[in-house]
Structures are given as C-alpha cells and as structure tokens.
Antibody
C-alpha cells in the first residue's frame, strides 16, 4: 500500500522560503518509472501543478513558478523535499504530494492528506 | 502554460448523464493521451477517476467514462447519484510538466 504524508510549517512570513517534506512508503524512488509530484490548492480554488521528480533525478517544474522552486529527493529516507522561495500571501494554499507523473504512471495516485500553509506577517 | 478550461458548474438530476469538458491546446491535451480526471469532495483529498484519457482505476464505477477529441477531453458521468456531487478536475501532460483544469462543480439536483 502506497502512502504519502506532507510536513512543514503551517505559517510562513512574506519573502521567506517555504520548505515542505513528503515522506512516503510502499514504493522506492530508486525504482524505474517512479515519480513524486507536488500540487497545491489555494482555499476555494483549483489545483495547480508545481513540480515533479523522477527516479533518475530528472526534475520537471511548472513554467510559471520554476524560478522559485527546487525539488529534491532522499531515496534512503523515502522523502521528497520542495523548496519555494520568496513566499507571498497568494501562495497560501494546501500543498499536496502525490505518487505518479512518470511516463509509465502518468497520473497522480495516491495523494497525501495535504498540509495548509498560510503566508502572513 | 495556461490552465485547461472547464465549465464552472454542471448539474443534473439523479439518473441522468452529464458531461464535463476540458479544453486544452495542441501542446497538452491535443498531443498526449495522458489526461486524467480527479474527483474532490469538500475538505477531502482528490481521487483519480480516469487516467490515460479513458481508463478507470480499479474500484471506480463504470458510470464514469472518459474520451477525447482534438484538444478537448471529456468526462461523462452516467446514472448520476447524490454521491457524485463534488468538484472535478482534469489534468494533462504538457510536454515537460503537467497542467490542471479550472475545475467543475457538479451538483445533483
């Protein structure tokens, strides 16, 4: 059974950086064809793709946010880390990590429970 | 890249069929068969209902079906039930990233 869980700060001040960790089980990010993505959802709004990392360390970012995003993986710890710089109140959202996004598994399933991040001073 | 375009809302009576459209471009929906659909109930985590345009994951009712024509993908829910009332999002591979739709609220009258 695949599970994922997001962790990180619930409150971030404007201009600060946000670092979120996705800890997963039930699969390995060293196995070919595996990917983990980050997706966010502002309150009452639509889902937005952020970034994806593959088993071979290839990384794919949202074109509109790529300058602010960094995604990394720690295979031994079964973790994927997302860093977003220069946070703004419009970045207030529930941030999800999800399994998938590779050529072989080009959808997102399952998802973590999500973590709400509020950007405010 | 811009979000895929979905109608803001679609409604239907129990037992009826409804279709949600997802309009993209030749750079996303039109170029790949990697379209997925997600159902999200209020306060809940999104759940995949269709992947690769037409395929249903194990456990998903055959009342849900997907299709694609040109740059537009569609999700059809037949035999509408009260439990189908939720938000629905399409998602497409877009070459070097993914893009989600604007979301559709389905109301069961």
């Amino acid at each position: 059974q695949i599970t994922l869980k997001e962790s990180g700060p619930t409150l971030v001040e404007p201009t600060q950086a946000l670092t979120l960790t996705c800890t997963f089980s039930g699969f390995s990010l060293s196995t070919g064809g595996v990917g983990v993505a980050w997706i966010r959802q502002p309150p009452g709004k639509a889902l937005e793709y952020l970034a994806l990392i593959y088993w071979d360390d290839d990384k794919r970012y949202s074109p509109s946010l790529k300058r602010r995003l960094t995604i990394t993986k720690d295979t031994s710890k079964h973790q994927v880390v997302l860093t977003m710089t220069n946070m703004d109140p419009v970045d207030t959202a529930t941030y999800y990590c999800a399994h998938g996004g590779s050529f072989e598994w080009n959808w997102f399933d399952p998802w973590g429970q999500g973590t709400l991040v509020t950007v405010s001073s | 890249q811009s979000a895929l375009t979905q109608p803001a809302s679609v409604s239907g009576s129990p037992g009826q069929s409804i279709t949600i459209s997802c309009s993209g471009t030749s750079s996303d929906v039109g170029s790949y068969n990697f379209v997925s659909w997600y159902q999200q109930h209020p306060g809940k985590v999104p759940k995949v209902m269709i992947y690769e345009g037409t395929k249903r994951p194990s456990g998903i009712s055959n009342r849900f079906s997907g299709s694609k024509s040109g740059n537009t993908a569609s999700l059809t829910i037949s035999g509408l039930q009260a439990e189908d009332e939720a938000d629905y999002y399409c998602c497409s591979y877009a070459g070097h990233s993914y893009v989600f739709g604007t979301g559709t609220k389905v109301t069961v009258l």
